[in-house]
């Protein structure tokens, strides 16, 4: 048998080799590069171009239905969870957007980890993006509901670039003072942080990115690049949400926000400035977990709760509204998409070669100009001979 993690998971606790049920849900199967969005099953031409025999796949069902029993670990007489349906199974994102309650088309939330992921309703109908972005299975939440599909876009560094300054730069000690550093500048002064690391991910696609601090000048300290690595989470996100508002064609009124670095208010101030709508960020942070649980309890057969909007209650939240004028926001995103031009075409995947395919050794000017120069002396001592 062969799966992805959820799929041993379930298998693990409802028996493994004696009687467990080997499946996984939509969500989950469409990150494999083998499944049919559009039909909801594992793709004859995918699976033989991969050449992964379908008979070892999971079976694919929903993400919120029984799917078996807890069963006794053979070398126990007995288990608190014996018997105890397993109900409801999403992928991270999918289920951070469930934990949002994103149930109408046109949410969206954003979730800031080691990177960023934007994920927008769409409602039950695939919406394919010319703008850069990824169509993926949001959820389906009931063996006889339908899916619901999502716009995408993941940004590879956001909470990393705090890591970064911490560990590799050394300036902080712990990220939380990267907040505290940021709020002491209030600005970045002019400089732009662009942390494309190993390379841009969504929507430019562009590996041969490298990361660039530019801008700098001899007032430049610390804070003002704690302040520039910040705003670089911000204007990252920016990025893809104009891509879904011209892919979805109706502009984003509000982000719900998750995940670790949302605790930095800073960063949420920011991110509405820079986006110029509200950021709204729930009490409840662990909204992938929460989504999950959500799946679980409403499944058919539990039904602890129902997820129709209609029964749901209102979200105690805090709120981010933008505090500086458009005219502004537009003046330093215009800036950091300029930062973001001079970044690309850094890293060349073809070193310069003579014909031989040898690297040439005038691809080094110093040492080519040394040799030019040391051959016409020579020349010009034997003809002055």
């Known amino acids: 048998m062969f799966g992805t993690v959820d799929s041993w998971i379930i298998w693990s606790l409802t028996g493994g080799k004696n009687g467990g049920v080997h499946c996984t849900d939509a969500t989950n199967a469409s990150r494999t590069m083998l499944f049919n969005i559009n039909t909801l099953e594992w793709d004859v031409e995918l699976c ?54 994103c149930f109408q088309d046109g949410q969206a939330k954003n979730t800031y980890g080691t990177g960023c992921f934007l994920l927008c309703n769409t409602g039950p109908k695939p919406v394919l993006s010319d703008h850069g972005l990824l169509t993926t299975v949001a959820y389906k939440l009931g063996r006889d509901k339908p899916a619901c599909y999502a716009l995408e876009g993941s940004v590879a560094i956001a909470g990393a670039v705090v890591r970064w300054l911490r560990d590799n730069l050394g300036i902080v000690k712990t990220t939380e003072e990267v907040e505290r550093l940021a709020a002491e500048a209030g600005t ?88 110029c709508i509200p950021v709204v960020k729930p009490s409840m942070p662990e909204t992938t977990a929460l989504g999950a649980a959500m799946a679980a309890g409403a499944a058919e057969g539990v039904g602890v709760w129902s997820l129709n909007p209609s029964d749901l209650t209102a979200v105690t939240c805090e709120r981010f509204e933008p505090q500086i004028n458009p005219e502004e926001s537009e003046y330093r995103y215009a800036r950091w998409k300029k930062a973001v031009m001079k970044s690309m075409g850094w890293e060349s995947s073809e070193p310069a070669t003579n014909g031989n395919g040898e690297p040439s050794i005038f691809t080094s000017l110093p040492l080519g100009f040394y040799i030019v120069s040391s051959m016409v002396l020579l020349i010009g001592a034997k003809y002055i001979t």
Request: aromatic share 10%; net charge negative; hydrophobic share 40%.
């Open 48 to 101: 033989q171009f991969f050449d992964v025999p379908m008979s070892l796949l999971p079976k694919v069902r929903s993400s919120s239905e029984i799917y078996g029993l807890m069963k006794i670990c053979p070398s126990l007489k007995s288990g608190a969870l014996t018997g105890v349906p397993i109900s409801g199974c999403l992928g991270d994102q999918s289920a951070a957007l469930v934990g949002q309650m």
């Open 188 to 275: 970045s002064y002019g400089c732009y942080f662009v942390p494309a690391f190993s390379g841009l991910y969504a929507p430019y696609w562009e590996p041969s990115a490298r990361g660039i601090i530019c801008g700098l000048t001899q007032f430049t300290n610390k804070n003002h690049i704690a302040f520039a690595a910040l705003e670089a989470v911000c204007f990252q996100t920016r990025e893809i949400l104009d891509a879904m508002n011209q892919d979805y064609g109706i502009p984003l009124s509000q982000l719900q926000v998750d995940g670790g670095m949302t605790n930095n208010k800073i960063l949420m101030q920011l991110q509405a400035d820079i986006l």
